[in-house]
């Protein structure tokens, strides 16, 4: 496994490599397969920002049988599909703010697919290679707004409700790998990847049927059972075995 981190380097986001020794930089992004560079010091000493720049965040809803079931939904046909704006993204450590419209913002620990390369309507073959890499996110969720609207945009959309990170996970196969959701310590989510109504490679297919995924696009896989909400101070951890612990504290609207 390769595990890649972005960080703020002079102003601006670069890429390095994650290794025993620390971070080294690399040139480009990931997708290029460059070699470590210098070494810029310890993944803890390092202002990190989201592992990816993707063009879009394409997300899967109920793909847990066991979400459905809570949530009252039937498990549907074929992949449920929404957007996330770009200006939802945030990075490990960063903070999700609660909108003033809501009182309840639910986490959503999720398995997030990183693609790379260039991809439209590939057979099933290129379209598994396709897949450069996976995160751990949060598809953070205005439970009552998604419910008042009938549709997820303003609900899922607010600014700071896509954390990701802390790092992109490549050269690894997926398996049956757990995924656990934590508030203040507390699990509250706890499944893995068997649960999954449709696969990685499957979703990924199915999405690059609609639309052409780019180096960096990330698709969100849906979460499992034990959604709940967050108050302002809370601290959230989505952890994915193997994969890092993504970590991201709640603060106010006003804060
Ligand atoms: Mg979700």
């Known amino acids: 496994m390769k595990q890649f981190v972005r960080f703020k380097k002079n102003g601006e986001g670069v890429y390095g490599q994650v290794t025993p020794e620390g971070v080294y930089r690399i040139s480009g992004t990931p997708f290029d397969r460059p070699a470590p ?3 810029v010091g310890q993944v803890d000493d390092l202002d ?10 394409v997300c899967i809803g109920l793909n847990y049988r066991d979400h459905a079931a809570e949530t009252g939904a039937t498990v549907p046909e074929e992949p449920v599909m929404f957007l996330k704006p770009l200006t939802t993204l945030i990075g490990p450590g960063d903070a999700i703010r609660m909108p003033p419209q809501s009182t309840r913002v639910d986490y959503e620990g999720e398995l997030g697919i990183v693609i790379g390369r260039e991809i439209f309507c590939p057979d099933p073959v290129d379209a598994r290679r396709a897949i450069f890499g996976y995160v751990c996110s949060n598809d953070v969720t205005a439970r009552d707004l998604q419910r008042k609207d009938g549709q997820w945009t303003r609900g899922k959309g607010f600014n700071t409700f896509c954390p990701v990170g ?18 203040n310590g507390e699990v509250r989510q706890s499944s893995n990847f068997g649960e999954m109504v449709f696969d990685a490679e499957y979703l990924v297919h199915f999405v690059s049927q609609v639309m052409t995924l780019y ?17 302002a101070g809370d601290v959230v951890e989505v952890e994915i075995e193997g994969f890092g612990v993504l970590k991201n504290r709640v603060v106010s609207a006003e804060a």
């Open 37 to 39: 560079e210098e070494w």
């Open 215 to 231: 180096p960096g696009d990330l698709i969100m896989t849906g979460t499992p059972s034990g959604i709940g909400p967050m108050s």
């Open 166 to 183: 802390p790092y992109l996970n490549s050269d690894v196969d997926l398996g049956d790998r757990g995924i656990e959701t934590r508030l």
């Open 48 to 57: 990190l920002l989201p592992p990816v720049e993707p063009s879009k965040i």
